[in-house]
């Protein structure tokens, strides 16, 4: 079985442009620092540390983005607030944050709250490629809370914060834009075991990994190699709770022993293996490992690795979490099989269908198939759609994608002509008219296909919440004229 690791799919993109008329560099503090960076010496991978001394392992890190995934928390955080913010800003320096939304004001230089990673950080901004972010919780000058979004790098042993000064998605392209202060806060950090400390100047904070702090332990859960990474031994997977769990060597699961020390060393045993290593806890974003020469990143969800390929075709994505690597491996596949045997189906046929296996649609323009802003299934449109229907059944009820599909969802799309809300019932109109016509005698289906497709088939309408774009990512209004058919695959099969 051909085993497949495919990155999560880029939503969409958009160039940054930095801050101008704004006296940002006189606020962001960065030349007080003399900080020359060191390359790390290179040695050759262990996968195992011998000695005890975790501080050493640090110092010849070389740090990267994922080790900051999680979320940290100072001491009285509770959720996004704290308990003595007056206490927290009082003896820190202050000054005026670079964010529109609070111009101003003045706050804190360093936060009580981070969240980073796609999980722990669940931004619009992870549309964005090449780009970290972290979400910072500051205090004003009377203690109000602030939130700050930020891109953020690394330089050595500098934390290097761009906030996000503003953000917005073009209604015409529906790409998210932003911009970044043009210089950036800087931050020395050190780690140890699960706790960050960040500091700036004479300001300081040490923040711990919030579930920790609260009590409640490590827990990792679906915590996969990230592709292109180095592994510890073999290992691919993750499924950690407190001192043991599981790892996954490929197809192999094995019982395992595990312990977080406190000075950041994690001893892990499994089958007839161990290895001790640095580690960073990142909560619902994995595991980063280090030996101090090479890092080990584990921060990959199933659904980051095989999702792109059925994306659209299935309904929740942390399903994908209960299912072994081989179990995924099969539905992606078959999945592409489906997909090429409809393919092959309309093209016999003579259908003209655009099937797109990145979104999971197949969808047929409604040009032919309804007259401009009516909902009435056209002549001519009903034969297209018995014609379709036809070789789209004699593919999906062929015996070798029985129980595959649990789903079929008849979706109605229309162009921005008019107001949205005239176009949203439209659309359910079109929508529930073709789902109608599928379950009639008149659709020239047999009768058991038709009794078949019945429980599946389901409809809605999008009026013009999902575009087709060119390649210029202007809108291609004829093509956003849709009716799609989305199949939903079965992950309990």
């Keep these: 079985m051909k085993n497949k690791r495919i990155l999560a799919a880029v939503l969409a993109a958009a160039a940054a442009s930095a801050l101008s008329g704004c006296s940002v560099s006189d606020i962001l503090w960065n030349d007080e620092y003399e900080y020359e960076y060191q390359e790390p010496a290179v040695t050759e991978s262990q996968n195992t540390l011998t000695t005890d001394d975790a501080d050493s392992v640090y110092d010849e890190i070389d740090y990267v983005p994922e080790m900051f995934f999680g979320k940290y928390v100072a001491d009285g955080t509770t959720g996004n607030t704290i308990s003595d913010p007056e206490g927290f800003v009082k003896g820190r320096s202050l000054n005026y944050t670079p964010i529109k939304a609070y111009e101003g004001e003045k706050i804190a230089y360093v936060p009580f709250r981070i969240e980073a990673g796609p999980r722990s950080n669940p931004t619009e901004l992870n549309q964005v490629p090449g780009q970290n972010w972290m979400k910072m919780y500051i205090l004003t000058a009377n203690g109000e809370v602030r939130e700050m979004e930020a891109?953020?790098?690394?330089?050595?042993?500098?934390?290097?914060?761009?906030?996000?000064?503003?953000?917005?998605?073009d209604p015409e392209t529906n790409q998210l834009e932003y911009s970044l202060t043009a210089d950036p806060i800087a931050f020395r950090y050190s780690f140890t075991g699960t706790d960050?400390?960040?500091?700036?100047?004479?300001?300081?904070?040490?923040?711990?990994?919030?579930?920790i702090y609260n009590g409640d332990g490590i827990s990792i859960t679906d915590s996969n190699l990230v592709p292109g990474s180095e592994n510890i031994n073999g290992i691919t997977s993750f499924n950690l709770s407190g001192d043991s769990g599981a790892i996954i060597e490929g197809d192999d699961t094995y019982s395992a022993e595990v312990k977080f020390n406190e000075n950041g060393f994690c001893d892990l045993k499994w089958g007839d293996k161990s290895s001790k290593l640095i580690y960073f806890y990142g909560g619902d974003d994995g595991l980063v490992f280090s030996d101090g020469s090479t890092n080990y990143l584990y921060t990959a969800r199933s659904y980051d690795l095989y999702a792109p390929s059925i994306s659209g075709n299935i309904n929740n994505e942390e399903q994908l979490g209960n299912l072994t690597e081989e179990q995924i491996s099969d539905i992606v596949n078959k999945s592409e099989e489906l997909y090429s045997d409809l393919n092959n189906a309309f093209a016999d046929a003579g259908i003209n269908a655009q099937v797109n296996k990145d979104t999971g649609e197949i969808s047929l323009n409604t040009v032919s198939m309804f007259s401009f802003s009516h909902s009435d299934i056209s002549p001519e449109g009903r034969n297209?759609?018995?014609?379709?229907?036809?070789?789209y059944t004699?593919?999906?009820?062929?015996?070798?994608?029985?129980?595959?599909i649990s789903g079929i969802c008849i979706e109605g799309h229309t162009d921005k002509s008019g107001s949205y809300n005239y176009n949203m019932d439209l659309s359910k109109s079109r929508a529930s008219n073709v789902l109608d016509f599928c379950l009639s005698p008149e659709s020239g289906l047999a009768p058991e296909i038709i009794e078949k497709l019945r429980p599946l088939l389901t409809s809605a309408g999008f009026s013009y919440d999902v575009?087709?774009?060119?390649?210029?990512?202007?809108?291609?209004?004829?093509?956003?004229?849709?009716?799609?058919?989305?199949?939903?695959i079965d992950l309990d099969q």
């Design 394 to 404: 004699s593919v999906i009820f062929n015996d070798k994608y029985d129980g595959f």
């Design 151 to 169: 891109s953020y790098t690394l330089s050595g042993r500098m934390l290097l914060v761009r906030p996000v000064v503003s953000q917005n998605i």
């Design 384 to 391: 297209d759609i018995s014609r379709f229907m036809k070789a």
């Design 467 to 488: 575009p087709v774009l060119n390649e210029d990512g202007s809108v291609n209004d004829e093509a956003s004229r849709r009716v799609a058919f989305r199949f939903t």
């Design 196 to 211: 960050l400390k960040l500091s700036h100047g004479t300001d300081e904070v040490i923040l711990h990994a919030e579930d």
